[in-house]
């Protein structure tokens, strides 16, 4: 097997809870080509991945077009091994040699990253998930380091007050009083997100007393990446950030208002998650993210 096509699938978190089978494809063939088809907004995650080919962009914007014209360019190239984590019936215009689809796909778990993982296992005959991951280059880390220099100590805290969805979003008041209560466990904070985000980190940013770093809408992914693997903890809403502080080996405590937590929180042995019973994210108490925060801080 020499050349590969993942097909797979367009959110930042979504994508960064496929990265266990493109590391379990590489140890299986380590020798291969790996080419990705994704979205545009997630590309820049495989912008460092070892033996890959070409990235190809899925729009979904344009339609049966765009649709066409991605087909046209992958009937270019035989594969050897096609895998559809996304499944919408791509594969079965492409010319490969094995398909592997979600269709008939035995999981283990609920979760996102057993469903994804399911896909490949029975084929390959595996039974253990590896972590998720990302690949980050040297100027990555540079970033991290040259940013953070001015911080105090070095244990520190992540926040992201953001979400693409507004249903997502923990009260920027309510980030205001968990770290009141937290700041005597932090040497600084460190705020996280998008542009779209940088209103409530501005807002939250002049009511924090522990000194702050905002850089809201001052990195790309994979420099929030190498960032947030120098944090002590992350936590924040139910968004892109917590995937990739999970993959970076970074603790999590993620805030979930809708959503299935048990299928969508941050793949790793100390990711942690909260829920309000009623599934509107303005009820979850302060109280209780200060209690989880402090096992999780405990436990390390």
Same mark, same amino acid.
């Given at each position: 097997?020499?050349? #590969?096509?993942? #097909?797979?699938?367009?959110?930042?978190?979504?994508?960064?809870?496929?990265?266990?089978?493109?590391?379990?494809?590489?140890?299986?063939?380590?020798? $291969?080509?790996?080419?990705?088809?994704?979205?545009?907004?997630?590309?820049?995650?495989?912008?460092?991945?070892?033996?890959?080919?070409?990235?190809?962009?899925?729009?979904?914007?344009?339609?049966?077009?765009?649709?066409?014209?991605?087909?046209?360019?992958?009937?270019?190239?035989?594969?050897?091994?096609?895998?559809?984590?996304?499944?919408?019936?791509?594969?079965?215009?492409?010319?490969?040699?094995?398909?592997?689809?979600?269709?008939?796909?035995?999981?283990?778990?609920?979760?996102?990253?057993?469903?994804?993982?399911?896909? #490949?296992?029975?084929?390959?005959?595996?039974?253990?998930?590896?972590?998720?991951?990302?690949?980050?280059?040297?100027?990555?880390?540079?970033?991290?380091?040259?940013?953070?220099?001015?911080?105090?100590?070095?244990?520190?805290?992540? #926040?992201?007050?953001?979400?693409?969805?507004?249903?997502?979003?923990?009260?920027?008041?309510?980030?205001?009083?968990?770290?009141?209560?937290?700041?005597?466990?932090?040497?600084?904070?460190?705020?996280?997100?998008?542009?779209?985000?940088?209103?409530?980190?501005?807002?939250?940013?002049?009511?924090?007393?522990?000194?702050?770093?905002?850089? $809201?809408?001052?990195?790309?992914?994979?420099?929030? /990446?190498?960032?947030?693997?120098?944090?002590?903890?992350?936590?924040?809403?139910?968004?892109?950030?917590?995937?990739?502080?999970?993959?970076?080996?970074?603790?999590?405590?993620?805030?979930?208002?809708?959503?299935?937590?048990?299928?969508?929180?941050?793949?790793?042995?100390?990711?942690?998650?909260?829920?309000?019973?009623?599934?509107?994210?303005?009820?979850?108490?302060?109280?209780?993210?200060?209690?989880? /925060?402090?096992?999780?801080?405990?436990?390390?």
């Amino acid at each position: 097997t020499n050349h #590969i096509l993942l #097909i797979t699938l367009s959110n930042v978190g979504d994508v960064v809870m496929t990265t266990p089978v493109i590391v379990t494809l590489q140890q299986q063939y380590p020798d $291969a080509v790996i080419d990705v088809v994704t979205d545009a907004r997630a590309s820049a995650l495989f912008a460092h991945m070892p033996h890959r080919g070409e990235v190809l962009l899925k729009d979904k914007q344009a339609g049966w077009r765009g649709t066409a014209r991605l087909v046209k360019n992958l009937r270019r190239q035989r594969y050897d091994l096609v895998v559809d984590l996304r499944t919408d019936g791509l594969t079965l215009l492409l010319r490969a040699r094995t398909r592997l689809t979600r269709r008939g796909s035995r999981t283990r778990g609920h979760h996102a990253v057993q469903r994804h993982f399911a896909v #490949i296992a029975a084929y390959e005959g595996l039974r253990d998930i590896p972590a998720t991951t990302l690949w980050l280059a040297q100027s990555e880390h540079n970033f991290a380091t040259s940013r953070l220099s001015g911080l105090p100590g070095r244990h520190w805290l992540a #926040i992201g007050p953001g979400a693409r969805w507004a249903p997502k979003r923990w009260p920027v008041k309510a980030y205001r009083a968990l770290s009141e209560r937290l700041q005597s466990r932090f040497d600084a904070i460190v705020l996280l997100g998008s542009t779209d985000d940088t209103p409530a980190c501005r807002e939250l940013a002049t009511a924090l007393t522990l000194p702050c770093l905002n850089l $809201a809408g001052e990195t790309t992914l994979l420099q929030a /990446a190498a960032v947030l693997q120098r944090m002590a903890l992350f936590i924040g809403n139910d968004s892109g950030l917590g995937h990739l502080a999970a993959a970076r080996g970074t603790p999590t405590l993620t805030l979930f208002g809708p959503g299935n937590p048990a299928r969508y929180h941050p793949w790793h042995a100390q990711a942690r998650w909260l829920q309000s019973d009623s599934g509107d994210i303005v009820d979850v108490p302060v109280d209780a993210v200060v209690t989880e /925060a402090n096992f999780i801080l405990e436990s390390n």
